[in-house]
């Protein structure tokens, strides 16, 4: 069964890092892109980063470009988000999510989820 658990949040000061880390089991890194998405309260899901089943390709939401990076560690089963730079309108619960291909970033393309973790960026 294919299973995804975030961790890695926290409550961080405007400007400073976090890495995310999503553990994932039950399936193959070749069949499953892997995104990360966030939410804020009052605010719709979006996407923030998507890497593919290949491991070659990353796209980024404008909003993290040249501040966030996603990366895999396949010896270890795990997805990374490095989040530097970061701004209080990050704050949001982020989740990662296994999908057939990274699309646009469009939620509906993922259909296995984890639980989340808070990310909070506040002075």
């Known amino acids: 069964q294919l299973q995804l658990v975030e961790s890695g949040g926290g409550l961080v000061q405007p400007g400073g890092s976090l890495r995310l880390s999503c553990a994932a089991s039950?399936?193959?890194?070749?069949?499953?892109?892997i995104g990360w998405f966030r939410q804020a309260p009052g605010k719709e899901r979006e996407g923030v980063s998507c890497l593919s089943s290949s491991g070659s390709r990353t796209n980024y939401a404008d909003s993290v470009k040249g501040r966030f990076t996603i990366s895999r560690d396949n010896a270890k089963n795990t997805v990374y988000l490095q989040m530097n730079s970061l701004k209080p309108e990050d704050t949001a619960v982020y989740y990662c999510a296994a999908g057939i291909n990274c699309g646009s970033l469009q939620y509906s393309l993922f259909g296995s989820w984890g639980q989340g973790t808070q990310v909070t960026v506040s002075s």
């Open positions: 039950g399936f193959t890194w070749d069949y499953y892109a």
